[in-house]
């Protein structure tokens, strides 16, 4: 087990928003996070106009700051099962929380299930918070944010998945996603129904809907490296069938075809707006 917690480990880095990273308007700013259940911190004042900004499938919770000085806001970020548009102000800045896969911070009044394509507003669906709010939307600082909440949220922790959750989720990226049903039963020692009642619970979906998110992770994290990869080769690797069913998997999740998206990074300069703190 110690090699499929290892990779897990590298994998809460790996979740992508590429779309928020295009539609900024300078530098978008990381800080991959030191904290196991925090995939990574980020911001990015949102420029006067980009043709489309999609939220894409990643298993995460993001926390989402409008750190604008007259009118700031916060939503909840729940997990999308396909993309969605997402609307920036222009000129506003950002200040975001990517969460671990499936991880959800324990003072969130909402199921897991009700979090998935869901956006609720921040204030509203939170418990035990002071003043949180106000520090980050007041703060200029971008690695002030970062450590007022991580601070935070280390007090508060995460809620505790089964450990038949956790199990399924590390052979999952374990595998890159691709994981079949009878796998799992043979893994875990349990029947699929149980396995995919405990998931849901755990997580609000559905262990066949995070493979096809993890997957299409994976596939995203070797196209931004390499944009001259070879999309046979990433079919193969990930287990797909074959590259026609892997271009439809990638726009279904995506909206978008992995020829548009390769062309879309050679014509923007993607890598060079992300700056690591």
Excluded at 109 to 138: G, W
Excluded at 251 to 271: F, R
Aim: proline share 3%; hydrophobic share 35%.
């Amino acid at each position: 087990m110690n090699s499929i917690h290892k990779e897990f480990s590298i994998a809460n880095i790996r979740s992508k928003q590429p779309w928020f990273v295009f539609c900024s308007a300078g530098e978008y700013s990381v800080k991959v996070s030191s904290v196991p259940f925090i995939s990574h911190f980020y911001s990015f004042e949102a420029q006067a106009s980009v043709d489309v900004i999609n939220a894409i499938p990643d298993g995460c919770i993001d926390i989402l700051f409008d750190c604008d000085s007259s009118k700031p806001t916060a939503i909840v970020c729940g997990t999308t099962l396909e993309a969605q548009s997402v609307d920036f102000i222009s000129q506003h800045r950002y200040f975001g929380v990517r969460m671990s896969p499936a991880s959800i911070p324990s003072f969130l009044d909402i199921s897991a299930s009700e979090l998935v394509n869901q956006r609720p507003n921040f204030n509203e669906t939170t418990h035990k918070i002071s003043d949180l709010f106000e520090k980050i939307v007041s703060e200029t600082s971008f690695t002030n944010q970062v450590n007022i909440f991580s601070d935070f949220l280390i007090k508060f922790g995460i809620r505790n998945h089964s450990s038949l959750t956790q199990q399924v989720i590390a052979h999952i990226f374990h595998s890159k996603g691709n994981v079949q049903i009878q796998n799992l039963e043979s893994l875990t020692g349990y029947t699929s129904r149980t396995i995919q009642r405990q998931f849901i619970n755990d997580t609000g979906i559905t262990p066949k809907a995070f493979c096809r998110i993890v997957r299409c992770q994976f596939a995203l994290y070797n196209i931004n490296l390499n944009t001259e990869i070879k999309q046979s080769d990433i079919a193969y690797n990930l287990g797909f069938n074959d590259q026609s069913h892997f271009s439809r998997e990638f726009k279904s999740l995506l909206n978008t075809t992995p020829n548009s998206y390769i062309n879309h990074l050679k014509n923007n300069t993607y890598l060079e707006k992300i700056r690591f703190h």
